[in-house]
């Protein structure tokens, strides 16, 4: 039997990924980190900013996301998110303007405690990459 | 009649006008093929954020205390109409469209009694409505700047919204925009985004999900996002039939300058003949009354 299932990544503007032939997937969940085998029960997830890796046959692929809904059912995975990039072809200095944003927002006084804790993940994400 | 120097002058300002009109409709084909494209892409996006507030909804037993974007606060007396239109002009019956099916859902409200508030945009908008319904338009939005339709700006809208609606300003919020069938038709739509309606729901999912963290606070975050991501999707629906639009209206406009270009050149050429027998027939007088 095939360990395989379908992963479906959308951003606003198009389809980011579609691919047929996962074999795992890691995503930054909301309370954790959180690794998707086939016939994984069926979870509606938020994700915190993190790196979504990507296994398969043709190898491992690793996405750069900010944040993202997950929705797994039925084998299929959907992940919406508004911001992804593919860290196999991110700039560097796309990174460092990301992160230089974060650390700009963290720095502003009126930010709440998730917001606050959101771009702190962001920022330790980021600064792993370099 | 005109004189020929006349009739000269206006074929050469309809033929430059022809010729404008002709570019135009080339930009807008070009323009037209990259926004149905960005329309066609991004509906997957909005169909799946669609389908999880579903399976969520479905899932919560509590109605009473559900989130408000998703319930409404239970009363229907002020309305948000947010009618979304184009900043250029030239585009056909594209702005009156969405005007119109506006205004006779507005004068309904009216006439049940209901507050109405205002947002446009887009600067058309603004200005048709601004005339009658001056008094109740609350804000102007206008993305003038950013040529294509990008989630930033939808997003910004989407804020905005939802700012008003936790400070209790509105019950009810709809959106209009033109929904984009074929480069001939679009369609105006009214949408209501608050409190969401479940129309066509076809509620497949008698599946439990596993909800990480629950799904009150899932919900209450995905909310929001479903506002600014039904307004991305209104705008990419919009553009696309801005662009459809000023096809076909330059398009038509560009075969009746043709049209008038003929009619004048048969005009022209009649009345130079008419002269040239007048003077014909003069030389030809003359020369017989020697």
Same mark, same amino acid.
């Given at each position: 039997?095939?360990?395989?299932?379908?992963?479906?990544?959308?951003? !606003?503007?198009?389809?980011?990924?579609?691919? +047929?032939?996962?074999?795992?997937?890691?995503? !930054?969940?909301?309370?954790?980190?959180?690794?998707?085998?086939?016939?994984?029960?069926?979870?509606?997830?938020?994700?915190? !900013?993190? $790196?979504?890796?990507?296994?398969?046959?043709?190898?491992? +692929?690793?996405?750069?996301?900010?944040?993202?809904?997950?929705?797994?059912?039925?084998?299929?995975?959907?992940?919406?998110?508004?911001?992804?990039?593919?860290?196999?072809?991110?700039?560097?200095?796309?990174?460092?303007?990301?992160?230089?944003?974060?650390?700009? +927002?963290?720095?502003?006084?009126? $930010?709440?405690?998730?917001?606050?804790?959101?771009?702190?993940?962001?920022? +330790?994400?980021?600064?792993?990459?370099? | 009649?005109?004189?020929?120097?006349?009739?000269?002058?206006?074929?050469? *300002?309809?033929?430059?006008?022809?010729?404008?009109?002709?570019?135009?409709?080339?930009?807008?084909?070009?323009?037209?093929? /990259?926004?149905?494209?960005?329309?066609?892409?991004?509906?997957?996006?909005?169909?799946?954020? &669609?389908?999880?507030?579903?399976?969520?909804?479905?899932?919560?037993?509590?109605?009473?205390?559900?989130? /408000?974007?998703?319930?409404?606060?239970?009363?229907?007396?002020?309305?948000?109409?947010?009618?979304?239109?184009?900043?250029?002009?030239?585009?056909?019956?594209?702005?009156?469209?969405?005007?119109?099916?506006?205004?006779?859902?507005?004068?309904?409200?009216?006439?049940?009694?209901?507050?109405?508030?205002?947002?446009?945009?887009? @600067?058309?908008?603004?200005?048709?409505?601004?005339? %009658?319904?001056?008094?109740?338009?609350?804000?102007?939005? @206008?993305?003038?700047?950013?040529?294509?339709?990008?989630?930033?700006?939808?997003?910004?809208?989407?804020?905005?919204?939802?700012? /008003?609606?936790?400070?209790?300003?509105?019950?009810?919020?709809?959106?209009?925009?033109?929904?984009?069938?074929?480069?001939?038709?679009?369609?105006?739509?009214?949408?209501?985004?608050?409190?969401?309606?479940?129309?066509? *729901?076809?509620? *497949? @999912?008698?599946?439990?999900?596993?909800?990480?963290?629950?799904?009150?606070?899932?919900?209450?975050?995905?909310?929001?996002?479903?506002?600014?991501?039904?307004?991305?999707?209104?705008?990419?629906?919009? *553009?696309?039939?801005?662009?459809?639009?000023?096809?076909?209206?330059?398009?038509?406009?560009?075969? &009746?300058?043709?049209?008038?270009?003929?009619?004048?050149?048969?005009?022209?050429?009649?009345?130079?003949?008419?002269?040239?027998?007048?003077?014909? %027939?003069?030389?030809?007088?003359?020369?017989?009354?020697?």
């Amino acid at each position: 039997m095939s360990e395989e299932f379908k992963i479906e990544i959308v951003n !606003p503007e198009k389809s980011f990924l579609v691919k +047929e032939d996962v074999s795992e997937v890691v995503v !930054p969940a909301f309370e954790g980190e959180m690794g998707i085998l086939k016939d994984h029960i069926s979870i509606i997830s938020f994700l915190k !900013p993190g $790196i979504i890796k990507v296994s398969s046959k043709s190898g491992d +692929e690793n996405y750069y996301i900010e944040d993202g809904i997950v929705e797994f059912k039925n084998n299929n995975l959907s992940i919406l998110t508004s911001s992804i990039y593919n860290l196999s072809d991110m700039d560097k200095s796309v990174q460092q303007d990301l992160l230089k944003k974060a650390e700009e +927002e963290a720095g502003k006084s009126d $930010i709440n405690d998730q917001a606050k804790y959101l771009v702190d993940q962001k920022i +330790e994400v980021l600064k792993t990459l370099n | 009649m005109a004189s020929l120097d006349d009739l000269k002058k206006r074929i050469a *300002s309809v033929k430059s006008t022809q010729k404008i009109t002709k570019a135009m409709k080339m930009v807008a084909a070009a323009k037209l093929r /990259k926004a149905q494209e960005s329309a066609e892409k991004g509906r997957p996006y909005s169909e799946k954020m &669609n389908n999880v507030i579903l399976n969520l909804s479905s899932g919560i037993s509590d109605k009473e205390n559900a989130p /408000k974007l998703l319930a409404g606060t239970g009363q229907d007396k002020v309305h948000l109409c947010v009618v979304m239109t184009s900043d250029r002009g030239l585009c056909g019956g594209f702005n009156s469209n969405i005007i119109k099916k506006a205004k006779s859902y507005f004068s309904k409200i009216l006439d049940e009694n209901k507050e109405l508030k205002i947002i446009t945009v887009g @600067s058309k908008g603004n200005d048709q409505l601004k005339r %009658i319904y001056g008094d109740k338009i609350i804000e102007n939005i @206008s993305f003038k700047e950013s040529k294509n339709a990008n989630y930033f700006d939808a997003d910004k809208v989407g804020k905005i919204i939802i700012e /008003k609606f936790e400070a209790g300003e509105f019950d009810v919020c709809t959106i209009f925009y033109n929904k984009f069938k074929n480069v001939i038709t679009q369609i105006p739509q009214a949408q209501q985004i608050i409190p969401l309606n479940d129309e066509g *729901s076809e509620n *497949s @999912s008698d599946e439990s999900y596993e909800f990480e963290p629950d799904e009150d606070e899932i919900l209450s975050n995905l909310l929001p996002k479903n506002i600014s991501t039904q307004i991305f999707k209104a705008m990419l629906e919009n *553009s696309a039939s801005e662009q459809g639009s000023r096809m076909s209206a330059m398009d038509n406009a560009t075969r &009746n300058a043709g049209e008038m270009v003929d009619k004048l050149t048969i005009e022209y050429n009649r009345s130079r003949q008419a002269a040239i027998t007048k003077e014909l %027939i003069e030389i030809i007088s003359g020369a017989e009354s020697l």
